[in-house]
């Protein structure tokens, strides 16, 4: 359906009189998303997702998904009372939180996220709602974005929170002096310049911020994006005080100004942050009193031990080894979330002998997917098809089948001009667990048949964080992200800080600027089967699987549920007994 035909439609025809009260008609697309979900061409969840997306308010989409086809009947089950007090422990990793705007790890945000918030919040369901922004609605042609802040929220500080703060904090994120990935997340607002040094240089365009008053902003775009309100949610993207790195340090370990609830009491990169909770928060009741995070080193062994003596509540991450023993404990309730984490063989496609893509095609076609994953991660996840889009993102189009094939990768080999074979290096440092180097032994011997020999350089976790957007050849670990267009635009746009292989393919850009602006969810699809297919053709990332993640905490933790990304939303969470 044409742009134009959406348009003229009646704007009321599908829409309750509850959400014309709510301004659910401020998008010309809702009646056309509606008309859809009514005849089944689009599933529930797609319409809960992208209605929101576009400016409905979660009440109003859930009342029209129920009016148009009916809700699921859902048992009420009477829930406990919070109650109020006490101290989380957690075993996490705790490293460096200086500017959130360049951070790489959801550790990292998990201790910032109880002092600086975000615009939206993912939920852990993969629904986006508002959050320091109360609303938003997008222009038909989704060019301009304006959010509208809550107006009750104020800074640890005493200040009151306005769009300056929201402003001070996007134009950090498109300078490119920051070197915040999210250049490559807001790739809508960003142009690409050649820099003093005569190279590409990617930075904001001009008036891509406009403060409209201290409550309401927009964001003006070079072209139209659906995504923007669940790119406010990525981990690099909390709102940080207008006086951040201008007024005072960049440092947020130093400076820990915020709007939520928490303090940082007391701070060491690898061994523990404290967080108090110093005020009535804008968002509600906060029911825990402090969340204490302990590092317990790289050894998997000493996070178990520490859940099993009861020293901690909650391990940040349950390694898949570690899932039968944690069974064996009374008190501890295991939870597992189906996710789009993943890690990819990512070849640097510049460097010698990588940048040969018959030489990446048969090093490919020789990958049994299904092996590794039963093998390497017992099973816990889903095969992958080389292009890191997962079959639960809601843009995912299913490819055909990739088959393991040596005969092909024998030819393409010879033509790679290695028909005597080849030794190849890839490196690799268990960021993620064990598993990581058993799924490179498991590769190696996929590998041989071929006339392709692997060597594993396996380095220590740290060592492999210096080289993972350098190494030629690397194993790199990927968390989840709610779609598919917002890990192709941070891993593989060209020129964008998180581009580990170099990729630089300006049809691809063009292939996911078009899926990125496409309202129908259907023909989104059909536009990001384009930007997969040109992914595995150029076998830039060989990708094991798909791995659902596990966390495991003590019972008495009540109101927790895991996020699909391990961010800790502690907003609902209490302790029992």
Excluded at 8 to 19: A, G, V
Excluded at 103 to 121: G, Q, Y
Excluded at 369 to 374: G, Q, R, T, V
Excluded at 468 to 497: C, E, F, I, N, Q
Aim: one cysteine or more; proline letters at 5%; a neutral charge.
């Amino acid at each position: 359906m044409s742009d134009k035909k959406i348009l003229s439609r009646d704007k009321r025809r599908y829409l309750l009189p509850s959400e014309r009260a709510l301004g659910a008609e401020t998008h010309s697309y809702l009646p056309e998303l509606c008309d859809q979900l009514r005849v089944r061409k689009i599933t529930r969840r797609d319409f809960l997702r992208q209605a929101a997306l576009l400016g409905m308010t979660v009440g109003a989409a859930y009342a029209t998904a129920d009016k148009l086809i009916g809700g699921a009947f859902t048992p009420t089950v009477a829930a406990a009372t919070p109650k109020p007090g006490g101290t989380l422990r957690v075993s996490m990793r705790i490293q460096e939180v200086t500017d959130p705007a360049i951070f790489d790890w959801t550790e990292k945000s998990n201790v910032a996220r109880f002092l600086v918030e975000h615009l939206t919040r993912t939920k852990a369901d993969n629904t986006t709602v508002p959050y320091l922004a109360k609303s938003w609605e997008a222009s038909d042609d989704l060019k301009s974005w304006v959010f509208h802040l809550r107006d009750d929220v104020t800074w640890s500080n005493g200040d009151k929170f306005t769009a300056a703060d929201v402003a001070h904090t996007v134009n950090r994120w498109l300078d490119p002096k920051t070197g915040s990935s999210n250049l490559g997340l807001f790739a809508a607002m960003v142009e690409t310049v050649k820099g003093a040094d005569g190279k590409p240089l990617k930075r904001g365009i001009a008036n891509a911020v406009e403060v409209i008053d201290d409550h309401t902003i927009k964001f003006n775009l070079r072209q139209a994006a659906l995504a923007m309100p669940e790119n406010f949610y990525n981990y690099p993207a909390a709102i940080v005080h207008r006086g951040f790195g201008k007024d005072y340090e960049a440092d947020l370990s130093k400076n820990p100004i915020g709007t939520g609830p928490m303090k940082l009491e007391a701070f060491a990169v690898g061994e523990r942050a404290i967080l108090k909770k110093a005020r009535d928060w804008w968002a509600g009741p906060f029911h825990l009193d402090e969340i204490h995070y302990f590092d317990h080193g790289e050894d998997t062994n000493a996070w178990i031990a520490a859940l099993a003596s009861q020293q901690v509540d909650m391990v940040f991450r349950l390694p898949n080894n570690a899932i039968e023993t944690v069974k064996r404990l009374p008190f501890v309730e295991l939870h597992e979330a189906t996710t789009a984490q993943t890690a990819v063989m990512r070849f640097r496609v510049t460097e010698k002998p990588f940048d040969n893509v018959k030489l990446r095609q048969a090093i490919a076609a020789c990958m049994d997917h299904k092996e590794l994953l039963d093998k390497a991660f017992k099973g816990l996840g889903q095969i992958a098809e080389n292009h890191h889009v997962c079959p639960i993102h809601p843009d995912y189009a299913a490819l055909p089948p990739l088959k393991r094939d040596v005969e092909k990768a024998k030819k393409l080999l010879a033509e790679a001009g290695y028909k005597d074979g080849i030794t190849v290096e890839i490196a690799n440092g268990d960021t993620e667990g064990p598993w990581m180097t058993d799924v490179c032994a498991i590769f190696k011997n996929q590998l041989a048949p071929a006339g392709i020999n692997l060597k594993i350089n396996k380095m220590p976790a740290n060592q492999y964080w210096e080289v993972w957007d350098k190494a030629p050849w690397g194993y790199t670990a990927w968390t989840h992200r709610p779609l598919g267009t917002m890990v192709l635009g941070l891993g593989y746009r060209s020129g964008v800080p998180w581009n580990e292989t170099a990729y630089n393919n300006p049809e691809f850009d063009a292939a996911l600027d078009d899926a990125e602006a496409t309202l129908d969810v259907n023909e989104r699809k059909k536009k990001m089967a384009v930007c997969e297919k040109i992914l595995q053709d150029d076998a830039i990332i060989p990708q094991p699987f798909w791995r659902s993640v596990f966390k495991a905490a003590n019972k008495r933790v009540k109101g927790h549920q895991t996020h699909p990304t391990l961010y800790h939303q502690f907003h609902n969470v209490w302790l029992e007994g």
